[in-house]
C-alpha cells in the first residue's frame, strides 16, 4: 500500500516501530472483539467515525463468517436529509442488520439555561418534532422509560438495554483519543485489550473502540482510499468552507457542537426553522455561541477577593444537580491527574508545562461543562508547546512569589 505523509509526523499506512497499519490494527482488535465476545454490536450514527468503524467490523465479519453485522442507529431527531438518506442505504445492504431506534433520550441543551435538557421524539413535543416519524423507526425498548420525563436516559446509559444481560456483548464505538481527554486517558494505559471499557452498573455490556488511535485524517483517508460510501452532510459542510476537524452530523446543541449552530442555518435551510423551534434558545445561540455570552471568549475573572477555587466552586453551584456532580469530577480529576505528574502549583493562568492545568483553564470547564469532555488540553501539546509553557509558568508564578505581587 502507498504511504501518505503528514508532515513527516504522521504515516496513515504504518506505525514507525510498529510494523503495521492504524486500518490493520483496527481490524486485529475487531478480530479480538468477536474471539472474546458472545455478540457484537456496532454503535452507528451516519458520521465519519462510525462508518469508518463499520466498515472495520463488516471485513473482519466476513473474513469469520458472522454477517449480517447488527448496527444500531439513535435518531437524534435534528439530522439531515442526508444523514437519514445515508443510513438508509447502508441500511439496505445485506451484510447489514440495522435497528432504527427513535427515542425520547436525555440530551444536553447548551442553548439555554432555562431549559438545559431537550429529548427528541419526546412525545409531549410531537407538533415541534423536526422531521416526521421514519417508517423504519424503532420507538419502544424495554427498560427504557418514557413517562415521566426525567427518568428519560441518556443514550449511554441506554446502550446497556440493547444486550442480553446473560451474553457477554461489545458494543464498538467509532471513538478516536483525539477529540476528548477521558478518552485519550482510557486508552492510555499499557493492558493489550486497553481499547475494551467494562460499563459501570452493566457487567455484560463492554465498550470497544477499535479505532481509537486514529486522527481526523485517517477518518477520511480511509473512505478515499477503499471506497466506502459516506454521508453527504459532509459534502454541504465542505462547501461552507468547515474544517473536517470541526465537521460534525450530529445535532449541534451541546457545549462545543453549539459553536458551529450557524453553520445549519447555512447548509441546512430546510431545517433549521423547525431546529429553532424545537429546542429553546437555539436561534439565540446560533447568533451569539461564539461570543463570551456563551462562554467563548473572554472568561469572566474572579471578583475582588475572590480566588479561582472560590470562583469554580460558585460557578459549579449555578449548574443543575446532575451537571454539577459531574462538572466537579472532572475537575477533581484534573487536579489530581497534575499532582500526580509534578508538585508544582497551579497558577491563575499560566498552564503548567507538564500537566496543562491552569486555574483558568478549570474555570473553563466549570463554565462549559465539557459533558463530552472535549476539551483536551494535551492536544497539540507538544515538546515546542512545552518549552514555552514553561517559559509562561515560570514568569507568572515569580510574579506570584514577589514581595510587590498584590495580596488576595
Known sequence: ????????????????????????????????????????????SGGKDSTSTLHVALEVAHELGRTPVRAVFCDEECISVETADYVRRVAARDDVEME???????????????????????????????????PEAITELEGFAIEPPEARRSWPD????LADPHRKTACLLGIRADESMVRRIAVSNKRPDNFVLPTPGSPWFYKVYPIYDWTTKDVWTAPKQFGWDVNATYD??????????????APPFGDEPMGGLSMWAECFPEIWEKMCRRVPGAATA????????????????????????????????????????????????????????????????????????????????????DLKQRKDVMVGFNHEAQKKARVAYDAERAALESPEAPVE
Open 1 to 44: 500500500m502507498a504511504q501518505v505523509k503528514d508532515g513527516g509526523q504522521r504515516i496513515w499506512w504504518g506505525r514507525e516501530g510498529e510494523g503495521r497499519t492504524v486500518y490493520e490494527a483496527a481490524l486485529d482488535r475487531v478480530r479480538y472483539t468477536y474471539e472474546n465476545f458472545d455478540d457484537v454490536i456496532v454503535s452507528f
Open 100 to 134: 432504527w431506534y427513535c427515542l425520547p433520550v436525555r440530551h444536553r441543551n447548551a442553548c439555554s439555561a432555562e431549559s438545559p435538557v431537550w429529548w427528541p421524539w419526546a412525545p409531549e413535543a410531537r407538533e415541534l418534532w423536526v422531521r416526521d416519524l421514519p
Open 158 to 161: 441506554t446502550a446497556p438495554l
Open 236 to 249: 454541504f459542510m465542505e462547501m461552507s468552507g468547515i474544517s473536517h476537524f470541526q465537521q460534525r452530523c
Open 286 to 369: 446560533a447568533r451569539y455561541s461564539r461570543t463570551e455570552l456563551y462562554s467563548f471568549g473572554a472568561i469572566t475573572e474572579p471578583p475582588p477577593g475572590v480566588t479561582w477555587q472560590e470562583h469554580i466552586r460558585l460557578r459549579l453551584e449555578a449548574r443543575e444537580p446532575a451537571e454539577r456532580a459531574f462538572t466537579a469530577k472532572t475537575i477533581q480529576g484534573l487536579i489530581r491527574r497534575h499532582y500526580r505528574k509534578t508538585s508544582e502549583p497551579i497558577l491563575p493562568k499560566a498552564k503548567h508545562p507538564i500537566s496543562g492545568i491552569s486555574w483558568e483553564y478549570l474555570y473553563l470547564i466549570a463554565d462549559r461543562s
